[in-house]
């Protein structure tokens, strides 16, 4: 099984222009923990989840400082990705080596969705169901 058949492709992004407020905005409308922050031509430059927004709020004393402030700056730049065809097992041992949640997924350099880790444990667990 690869990520294709398992990636979120009607994914909520962010742009450099996003501030923490529309960050937790579509959070919450979605209800989706991360978010992937994209250039001008969808390609992935950050990723922003709620633990990165929990740690800046900690580091800043209140999320109502932090509203007007650009989202890109609390986010993950650079992000690890990887393309729609990896198998499944081996993006989730590379989620679990790297310690990261999210995984944007991508290819020719723009965005078509991501993966959750839990995503990936799911879609294991019923790869290896048996069959009727």
């Not at 989202?71 to 990705?81: D, G, I």
């Not at 993006?91 to 965005?111: F, K, N, R, Y």
């Amino acid at each position: 099984m690869t990520l294709r058949e398992v990636l979120h492709a009607h994914i909520p992004t962010l742009t450099v222009r996003s501030t923490v407020r529309d960050a937790v905005d579509k959070m919450d409308v979605y209800q989706f923990p991360a978010l992937v922050i994209v250039d001008d031509d969808m390609g992935p430059i950050g990723v922003l989840t709620e633990g990165d927004l929990a740690r800046a709020v900690g580091q800043h004393g209140s999320l109502s400082a932090l509203k007007d402030q650009s989202a890109f700056e609390f986010a993950t730049r650079e992000p690890t990705t990887a393309p729609p065809s990896l198998e499944v097992s081996e993006a989730l041992h590379q989620m679990l080596s790297q310690g990261i949640t999210v995984l944007p997924i991508q290819e020719d350099s723009v965005l078509h969705g991501l993966v959750l880790r839990v995503d990936l444990m799911q879609a294991m667990l019923i790869d290896t169901e048996p069959g009727p």
